[in-house]
């Protein structure tokens, strides 16, 4: 974390209360937890929780726990909860002590549910799930209470007995908690806190088949690791009193400055989808290529694209926290990762769209090397060689046959600069059978390295090349918006929304330096964009860039 230690953050509504906490002596320490379900990759939604948590726990020199919140074995699995831990680390934060997981409190849980059950605060209910839909009532009206409610403690001691016994079947019965059939929360209208699933589980194996619900693992998971302040997202808002009321009615946690549930609202991207049931639904029907498909907004299809930690930091830092609803732009994610690559990014130059280019009276046969430097602004990036000769490859975009004086590129008869070298003028041009062209000839003015013509010329545009010789063909992935709505889980299917161009694949070649480009470095690519190598499908024999972002915010 020591990049990130100089950075001045910006307070939040969460952080005044911890200010306040402190103050106050109610704590003298803070503690808080990263709580992911391992049900699928983590995605830019977790990585402001992640930053908000592990954020806290850095600046008050405190601690900040990573969970798994393990509950629904059926759904998760150990290739997820290594991708979190991958994720966590890559974004620079290392969690206290051992990994913690729900399941590790499976035993005291069952406990717990027992206190409840001898205070007449638990039964077991046989009622099946349309009957509990029926009697849980609406918003508007009461729910009734369940025939099952006033079953003795000692029958339901024995019941929830026979169902950590296998001696019902899945869905037959459920253990509830006895609140209040009329709480106009709906999540107080005697909560189901523990079912019936015969499922194997990735950490408990067959261990057990009944399993706590999220609601109460999550309080009592808090309660024993000692968090100070358990932050969530808004949809828990409701939740909290059920927080409370089972931490309220356990003996080992009923104290004054136990575990505090806060919400924030939760971030929404534009043109992205922010589920994992969702994104898991894109993978399973091969719409994109993986989880970890750089058009993906998890932190394994981001990372593969070429964004940093500390421009995804950056963004969370951005948009702040606070508990109104929000969308925010895709355009300010960008603005991060550019921002910082801008500073940091080698320069190069790759053709994506090539067609020749021939200088005529350049040797035939000749070449030389040309020094130029990494970055403009960073002398200590370096310089690197160019070689340059007779034959060079350029951008079909970059000539045109006849343009107005807002072309600032190559034009027949007129002159332009190829970058770091010599200014060239185009004399002629081949074209295919369909009137593509092909070759461009041109003359070069060989006083022009590095120098302005001695005539006084002006010669305005630059664009960018590779020798044909020393070039290295590459596969360039550019990528868009996977979707074309700004809100696609408005959508009614995700079919009608999808961008059919958000991959477009080009081949063209780039700077011989480049076969050395380390998987996942950031590069930009003259007039072009940020790229890296692809990590997963790039070799020195086949190269592959990802474009992580293109220069300019083109939807500005
Ligand atoms: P998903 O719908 O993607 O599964 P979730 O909330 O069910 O999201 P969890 O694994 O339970 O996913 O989340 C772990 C933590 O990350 C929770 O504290 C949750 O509130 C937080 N989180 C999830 N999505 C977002 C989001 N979009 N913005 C901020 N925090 C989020
Ligand atoms: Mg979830």
């Known amino acids: 974390m020591s990049q990130v230690d100089t950075e001045v953050r910006p307070s939040n509504f969460i952080r005044n209360i911890i200010d306040e906490d402190l103050a106050s002596g109610k704590h003298t320490s803070v503690h808080t937890r990263f709580p992911p379900e391992p049900n699928g990759y983590l995605h830019i939604g977790h990585a402001k929780s992640i930053c908000l948590n592990f954020g806290i726990a850095r600046d008050y020199q405190g601690q900040c726990n990573l969970r798994f919140d393990d509950t629904n074995p059926e759904k998760e699995n150990i290739d997820y909860v290594n991708s979190i831990k991958e994720d966590v680390h890559w974004l620079g934060f290392q969690w206290s002590g051992d990994i913690h997981y729900s399941s590790d409190y499976f035993d005291k849980l069952y406990g717990y549910a027992i206190e409840l059950i001898n205070k007449g605060l638990a039964y077991v209910c046989f009622l099946n799930g349309e009957q509990t839909r029926e009697y849980r009532g609406t918003l508007k009206a009461p729910g009734k209470n369940s025939p099952y409610r006033d079953t003795s403690v000692a029958e339901n001691l024995a019941l929830f007995e026979k169902m950590r016994a296998g001696e019902f079947k899945e869905g037959e019965c459920s253990l509830r908690a006895k609140i209040d059939m009329a709480s106009p929360f709906m999540c107080m209208r005697d909560p189901v806190i523990y079912r019936i699933k015969f499922a194997h589980h990735h950490q408990t194996g067959d261990k057990w088949c009944i399993y706590p619900m999220y609601d109460f693992t999550h309080c009592i998971s808090d309660a024993l690791e000692e968090i100070t302040h358990s932050i969530c997202t808004l949809e828990f808002q409701d939740n909290r009193r059920l927080y409370d009321w089972v931490l309220d009615h356990l003996d080992d946690f009923n104290k004054p400055n136990r575990t505090r549930q806060y919400e924030f609202s939760r971030l929404n991207l534009e043109y992205t989808l922010m589920s994992k049931r969702k994104l898991n639904d894109l993978v399973v029907r091969g719409l994109v290529s993986g989880w970890d498909d750089p058009r993906m907004p998890t932190i394994a299809g981001v990372r593969r694209r070429g964004y940093t930690p500390s421009a995804m930091r950056e963004f969370c830092e951005r948009i702040g926290v606070t508990k109104q609803d929000n969308l925010i732009e895709i355009g300010m994610l960008e603005a991060c990762i550019r921002e910082e690559l801008n500073d940091t990014a080698p320069r190069a130059m790759a053709v994506i769209k090539p067609i020749k280019l021939v200088i005529e009276n350049y040797p035939a046969g000749q070449f030389e090397t040309i020094k130029a430097a990494a970055h403009p602004n960073d002398e200590s990036l370096g310089e690197r060689d160019l070689p340059f000769g007779r034959e060079l490859y350029i951008d079909e975009a970059d000539f045109r046959e006849e343009a107005n004086k807002h072309?600032?590129?190559?034009?027949?008869?007129?002159?332009?600069?190829?970058?770091?070298?010599?200014?060239?003028?185009?004399?002629?041009?081949?074209?295919?059978?369909?009137?593509?062209?092909?070759?461009?000839?041109?003359?070069?003015?060989?006083?022009?390295?590095?120098?302005?013509?001695?005539?006084?010329?002006?010669?305005?545009?630059?664009?960018?090349?590779?020798?044909?010789?020393?070039?290295?063909?590459?596969?360039?992935?550019?990528?868009?918006?996977?979707?074309?709505?700004?809100?696609?889980?408005?959508?009614?299917?995700v079919d009608e929304v999808l961008n059919p161009e958000s991959l477009v694949i080009a081949h063209g070649f780039v700077e011989p330096g480049l076969v050395a480009a380390p998987a996942s470095k950031a590069y930009q690519f003259e007039r072009e964009g940020y790229f890296c190598a692809d990590s997963k499908d790039s070799t020195a024999d086949a190269l592959v860039f990802n474009r992580t972002v293109a220069l300019r915010d083109s939807f500005a």
Not at 431 to 447: F, L, M, P, R
């Open 407 to 493: 072309y600032k590129r190559l034009v027949l008869g007129k002159e332009v600069r190829l970058r770091n070298a010599y200014v060239i003028k185009a004399e002629r041009c081949d074209k295919d059978a369909e009137g593509n062209v092909t070759t461009v000839y041109c003359t070069y003015d060989a006083e022009t390295l590095g120098s302005n013509p001695a005539d006084g010329r002006k010669v305005k545009g630059v664009i960018h090349w590779v020798e044909q010789t020393h070039a290295k063909p590459a596969e360039f992935r550019l990528y868009d918006r996977l979707f074309t709505d700004p809100n696609p889980a408005a959508a009614e299917t």
